[in-house]
């Protein structure tokens, strides 16, 4: 058992609510993390007693999780770099450390899930895991037959060709489209290569997380239900590195 033997370096840093695994990794590739004194390796395990410190600040071991859901206003920055003055963990102002759980581009809007717990952070992203979201977009001419279709089957982008998915017609120029996957600026790439522009792009669902009632800016943590719901969700996924939106 991992309890009996340590805790693996990478996770032990990402329950610490510091950032989530991969981001630990690369932070001790970068030789930035030691382990009493000693420089940290990938594969390392942490004993009890022992002393793990990040740019020579100690790192405390796993805390409370928290688990936010925000309603990204448009011009919010999904990122936790402290450069970006838009960055959405300062726009928050969580009194513990959060990070964003996959994108939304700076010019789209709605549900992101932020959070301390490091270990689902992958588990969400991957595609393979069948995890939904779901968006309302709006483009800039009416839809066709052709475009609902060529979007339903699969759209060539960025050198691959975008998995299955569910759409629903809402409007002349407006749908409804639940993707399980999240390669970079997706629905609006898509749209692009079937000749639109996206207009307006909202996210709606994570999973079985909704948007409900919160408007832009506004917060909440998550219900016991629904962090029920969302870990049942997860189980299974191996957390393994997956694209971005």
């Known amino acids: 058992m991992e309890n009996e033997r340590g805790v693996r370096l990478n996770k032990f840093i990402a329950e610490s609510g510091i950032c989530s695994r991969r981001e ?3 932070r001790i590739q970068e030789g930035r993390v030691r382990i009493d004194g000693r ?47 838009m960055n959405v963990v300062d726009y928050v102002g969580y ?12 010019d789209s809007e709605g549900l992101l899930l932020l959070t301390s717990d490091g270990d689902i952070v992958n588990k969400l ?31 060539p982008i960025l050198d691959t060709v975008t998995l299955p998915c569910k759409l629903r017609r809402t409007g002349a120029r407006s749908f409804n489209l639940v993707l399980v996957q999240g390669l970079n ?3 609006r790439r898509m749209c692009e290569a079937l000749g639109y522009n996206v207009r307006k792009l909202r996210r709606v669902r994570i999973n079985n ?9 506004q917060w909440r943590e998550l219900t016991p239900s629904e962090l029920d719901g969302l870990l049942k969700s997860i189980e299974g996924s191996s957390g393994l590195p997956a694209h971005r939106e």
């Open 24 to 26: 630990a990794d690369r």
């Open 39 to 85: 420089l940290g390796a990938l594969g390392d395990l942490v004993l009890p007693g022992m002393e793990v410190t990040l740019d020579g600040k100690p790192v405390a071991g796993e805390s409370e999780k928290v688990y936010i859901l925000l309603y990204k206003p448009r011009g919010v920055v999904c990122t936790a770099d402290p450069r970006e003055p």
């Open 95 to 106: 009194p513990a450390r959060v990070y964003p759980v996959g994108r939304l581009d700076k």
């Open 125 to 155: 992203l991957r595609a393979a895991g069948g995890h939904e979201k779901e968006y309302e977009v709006e483009v800039d001419k009416p839809l066709t037959r052709e475009f609902m279709e060529s979007m339903m089957h699969g759209v």
């Open 185 to 187: 600026r997706q629905i």
């Open 209 to 217: 997380l909704k948007l409900g009632n919160l408007q832009p800016g």
